[in-house]
């Protein structure tokens, strides 16, 4: 019998791969074995949690404050140890993090041939996001199985000269998983709090601005005085990462129309988020969700490795400069027709099947 080992190790690798394990688990000719290297631990676990589904083996690898060198030492060397013992046929990796990017490499060290889901995307800027757009290549460098969610990432690949007929266009799997989370009777308590103001949902993590304190700050700064000058709600769940943390704190500290939380379980975001009027972060993730969602997003960087999502309309760039970003989120929230534009469009990113496509093609 076939034999695929699934890898991940951050919230986002574990929102967009519960419902491919769900799908591989359900298949009676393969035997999946999932091994986490808890790069993220508390983020990790309650996404794990909340889809039912239970990892084989934990490398356990997180530290406070890891640098890179720490995520890419501590994985390598754990799964080189876990290929060794489950020999399997194929290993399969998520995206761009830095489990995803060391797990390919050991897979290839040992000749283990690599798919990847959520191939192809590119901003062909090594820097940005960091370190991502390298991570994303190198494994792609690497594999044999490219699973891409959309044509223009497949261009990509191609672009770089992989052979076609490894290339799959099979739509995102995060669309997959939003049918699992989002519920038709939600309510919640943070709902409740923003009442009839405008709800405003903040996030922020990436490096390359959480790494610059001081714009950090002015960043931050102008979405809290944006929604405070509308009369929004912000509901900001603060990333793990005591970098985002210390500066977080700070800035909102002074806000009565703000709530900071702990990040929010993914049933919860989503929920939270397709009620929302407003998003501003600089997550990768959330702009391939929010076409589902209606929920138009300013993306706190200057270039997006999903270009689908600004085409199709629901999202907009608005860069890191502090006056740029007040301008962009004062205006959503007060000009009802500029926000409305942003609302209703179909999302290119795919229709939920994605799972059951790779499944198709890994099982063959
Ligand atoms: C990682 C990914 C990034 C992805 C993001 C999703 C890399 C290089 N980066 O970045 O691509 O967008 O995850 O959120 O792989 N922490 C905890 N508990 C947790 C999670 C994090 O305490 O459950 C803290 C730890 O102090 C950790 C820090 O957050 O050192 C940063 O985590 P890390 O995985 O290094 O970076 P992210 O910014 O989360
Ligand atoms: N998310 C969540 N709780 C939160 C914030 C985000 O469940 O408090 C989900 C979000 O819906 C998306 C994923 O986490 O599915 C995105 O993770 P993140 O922004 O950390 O990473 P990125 O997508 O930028 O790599």
């Known amino acids: 019998m076939k034999k695929i080992a699934v890898v991940i190790g951050t919230r986002p690798e574990a929102v967009k791969m519960c419902p491919l394990l769900l799908e591989l688990k359900n298949r009676k000719n393969i035997n999946t074995v999932l091994c986490v290297t808890g790069q993220h631990r508390e983020m990790l676990d309650g996404v794990l949690e909340r889809f039912g589904v239970v990892p084989d083996v934990d490398l356990d690898i997180m530290k406070d404050s890891q640098t890179l060198f720490d995520i890419t030492e501590r994985t390598m060397s754990g799964f080189r140890d876990f290929l060794f013992r489950q020999s399997p046929d194929v ?49 792609d460098a690497v594999c044999k199985y490219m699973f891409a969610p959309t044509e ?3 261009e990509n690949l191609i672009n770089e000269g992989r052979n076609k007929d490894d290339v799959y266009v099979v739509g995102n799997t995060a669309i ?49 005085k944006a929604a405070h000058d509308a009369g929004a709600y ?25 709530m900071l939380c702990e990040p929010l379980d993914v049933f919860d975001f989503h929920n939270i988020c397709s009620r929302a009027y407003l998003c501003v972060t600089d997550s990768g993730g959330i702009q391939e969700e929010s076409p ?72 063959k």
Request: proline fraction near 5%; charged fraction near 25%; charge should be positive.
């Open 91 to 139: 290993v399969v990796v998520h995206g761009d993090t830095t489990t995803a990017f060391a797990a390919a490499l050991s897979a290839f060290y040992m000749k283990i041939p690599v798919a990847h889901v959520e191939a192809g995307l590119r901003t062909h800027d090594a820097f940005c996001p960091y370190p991502e757009e390298f991570n994303r290549t190198a494994i």
């Open 234 to 258: 912000v509901i900001f769940p603060v990333h793990k990462s005591p970098a985002v943390r210390n500066v977080a704190n700070d800035v909102f500290g002074k806000y009565d129309n703000a």
């Open 292 to 363: 589902s969602m209606s929920l138009p997003v300013l993306v706190l960087r200057d270039e997006t490795e999903r270009p689908e999502a600004v085409e199709c309309g629901a999202v907009k760039l608005c860069g890191t400069n502090s006056e740029r970003i007040y301008g962009e989120v004062y205006r959503l929230l007060t000009d009802d027709a500029a926000h409305d534009a942003m609302t209703g469009k179909k999302n290119p990113f795919g229709d939920g099947f994605s799972s059951v496509r790779i499944a198709d093609i890994l099982t």
């Open 152 to 154: 223009k990432a497949r």
């Open 176 to 224: 997959d998983a939003l049918k699992y989370t989002i519920k038709r009777d939600y309510s919640s308590e943070i709902l409740q709090k923003a009442g009839e103001r405008k709800l405003l949902v903040l996030t922020a993590h990436r490096r390359e601005n959480r790494d610059d304190p001081k714009k950090f700050r002015a960043m931050l700064s102008s979405v809290a």
